[in-house]
């Protein structure tokens, strides 16, 4: 017999309980509505509500199967993953609940029958736990289940669970599976070896409440939330000693060694790469599917990791092709049939993990080297330079996490304090130069430049038209586009989200039309022109002078995003994260994490927040201050920025943001914000767009005009459009009835001639050309006559494809829906199961013949 594979479990398991009244509840996303957590971790997770008695349930039991990642914060063992036999960062937890229904007496015998008879466990290699002051569910395992008492052990904290200091708690109950001797000494879970006695579930009964003064309180309905891992189940089911041998991590395993070309059990390294590819693809696959993506914070930082630690292991094999793509189709291709998100989010999956694993093997190749140049000059035992690791993570991205763990391996340590110490007096001097927007063609110009005259002074605060420059640099000349740097500028250079300046350049010789300005490097501004006259020479003088009016359109729409931010903060809730934005002179895009989408009302009280805002007109404030300072003002950081010592802070109503940018003196400059678009832009992503000042009253017009344009057509005032278009309305419906009315009088007619078909009180005919609405009133007609018990009429529809309409009268048989059950798949199409009247549509009209010779069968006539 063969052994129960993943697949077969899930199934199994969640059948056992649906069985037994328990509602099949599908896997919840792996990002939490618990803000207390980074990634559900548990199978409880998604039920914490209920259990807190913050929500009712809908279902007094369920049963689910959950995706769960542990990986960071106190369960940050990833360092652990591919060096044991069971740490997971990727993991399915199977658990049923009760919520105030069934409690020890049926959850006890519940799970010993799954784990005895369903799956086929050998009882006398099991043994439970269960706390020291539960006797009851001790008996119950004695007696309602006759395990010998021998293997019921007491433990203390370890068979005790809660949720926090305060809240529901209660006594839990382990169940173990006993490996053999040769695994380690016999005494039980509670006394003999670890390896040998392995866990594979556990029973928490969820029966006290403890309030803040630590007193404890029976609760009035206690719970049952319980929980298997699959993947251990599975090794104990198929007999083996490691999770990388069940068979789906086996087929990762496969894939591992086709892409690298090593094979388990070459050496130690390559066993722990290929373990490492094989287990964090599930990870990347499913965090990415449930929308979370590569950055360098939270939830996007801990993916990130688990991404780069394991291209890096990749890469240190010599492998030089991209792997993350190859391991996302086969985790999609073992795992898409339980899990159909990993199948419709496949493409976006494997476009982001292979742009990420491209940026990141080109740090790889750079830091590496410098590594390995440090790593040779250590002696045995000694530390790698804190001011090195620096110069890795700072010049060349690399995280200090991969640092410690390639310098671990090859046996140093790393200066933590003085890689701290350099993070602290040196985040100015981040040399950013290779995240940029230098062009090859002109690098070697732009770093003499900068080398000799330093960064670019934007004075565009204060200073926007006219403002006296020289002219250090000018590339590109003989193309379409110049790029022209100088020491001084008002022009914004495009960063956090807001596109840069436009404008002009005059100088003496010549005149250009700024179409763009970006950062070359960080800090030094990079104008792109197109010269309208003459030229523009090195070591003139300049004018430079920016599009005001857009300039102030930009600053508008930057200001609102703060307070859109704000605002969707404060309507939809606390889990609004900003995940990107666009700030233009015609509109503003932000992007922010969340669930559903945001409804028309929710809409409309994001838009009163903002514009409450705005009409009550408080100033603005736009400090620089150090970036500790910042913090300490509680000030939020925007998704995407980076930020030295020092930055600037706005305050904007009850906003307090990191920004750079450019932005209004006081709220009311804004004008009026409306949101003129809401979608998805990806699993838990949402885009909002909107305009401010002027777009806000060219979208008033715009809506007046087709207003007043509607009003034109129905002949009415524009006050009175919509009692005019009611009016319309109510006159097309009256038409409506009487085209149906005359065509009842005309299928009552089109019947007496269909009547003398019959055959035995029954019609069978085709009838083309007439709607499905039309064919079903003559099926009626046709039904209706005392002489008639069956109707069955298809024929080509008027507007393309195959219908089908039965009418059978009271009390005759068979029922509709089955004189053209058949028939439906001729036409290929389906439809009705109506007793007395069916209809089925198809695409098919080639097939109206078979399927009125199937409805003839039905019926028991002749053809």
Known sequence: MEPVKANELRTVFTDFFVERDHHRIPSASLIPHDQTLLFVNSGMVPFKPYFLGEEKPEHPRAVS????????????????????????????MMGNFSFGDYFKKEAIPMAWELVTEVLGLDPDRLWVTVHISDDEAAEIWRDDVGLPPERIQRLDDDNWWRMADTGPNGPSSEIFWDKGPEYGEDGGPAHGGDERFMEIWNLVFMQFETDESGQSKPLPKPSIDTGAGLERVLMVLQGKDSIFEIDEMAELIAAAEAITGYSLGHDDNSDLALRVLAEHAR????????????????????????????????????????????????????????????????????????RE????RKTLASGSAILEDQLAALVQ?????????????????????????VVAERGFTVDRGGFDAEMAAQRARAKEARKGFVQAADFEQVQAMVEASGQTDFVGRDELTDVDATILLVTGLGTDTVSVFVDRTPFYAESGGQIGDTGTIVTESGTATVLDTVYAVPGVHRHVVKITDGELLPGQRAKLSVDVARRDAIRRNHTATHLLHWALGQVLGEHVKQQGSMVGPD??????????????????????????QVLANPATEHPEVTKAEAEEMGAIAFFGDKYGDMVRVLRAGPTLEFCGGTHVSA????????????????????????????????????????????????????????????????????????????????????????????????????????????????????????????????????????????????????????LIAEGAKAIKGGGGKGADLAMAGGKDADGVDEALDLARQAVGIAS
């Open 65 to 92: 199967v959950q995706k769960c990642v542990r990986a960071g914060g106190k369960h940050n063992d990833l360092d652990e993953v591919g060096r044991t036999t069971r740490h997971l960062t990727f993991f399915e």
């Open 283 to 354: 990870t990347m696959a499913f965090l990415i599917s449930d929308g979370v993506f590569p950055s360098n914070e939270d939830r996007g930082f801990v993916l990130r990791r688990i991404m780069r630690r394991a291209i890096r292991f990749a890469y240190l094999l010599g492998v030089q092709e991209l792997v993350t793509g190859r391991l996302v189709d086969t985790v999609v291709e073992i795992m898409g049939e339980d899990y159909p998100q990993l199948v419709t989010t496949h493409d976006l999956v494997r476009s982001v993990v292979e």
């Open 357 to 360: 694993e491209t940026q990141f």
């Open 381 to 405: 035992g000694s530390e790698l330079p804190g001011s090195v690791a620096f110069l890795l993570h700072d010049t060349y991205g690399f995280p200090f996490e991969v640092t410690e763990e």
């Open 587 to 612: 509109r503003l895009r932000f992007d922010f994490s969340h669930f559903d989408p945001v409804t028309p009302d929710q809409i409309r009280q994001i838009e009163d927040l903002v514009n409450a």
């Open 667 to 818: 709220l009311g400059d804004i004008g009026l914000l409306k949101i003129v678009s809401e979608s998805s832009i990806g699993s838990n992503l949402r885009r909002v767009e909107a305009v401010t000042g002027a777009g806000a009253i060219d979208l008033l017009r715009a809506e007046q005009a087709t207003v007043d344009e509607a009003a034109a057509k129905l002949g009415v005032p524009r006050t009175d459009l919509l009692d005019g278009l009611a009016k319309r309305l109510d006159e097309a419906a009256e038409l409506r009835e009487q085209v149906k009315a005359l065509q009842a009088r005309l299928a009552v007619s089109q019947a007496g001639d269909l009547v003398e078909t019959a055959i035995d009180g029954v019609v069978v005919a085709r009838v083309d050309g007439m709607s499905r609405d039309q064919l079903k009133d003559l099926a009626v007609a046709l039904r209706d006559r005392d002489d008639i018990r069956a109707v069955v009429l298809g024929g080509a529809a008027d507007g393309g494809g195959a219908a089908l309409v039965a009418a059978v009268a009271e009390g005759h048989e068979p029922q509709a829906g089955a």
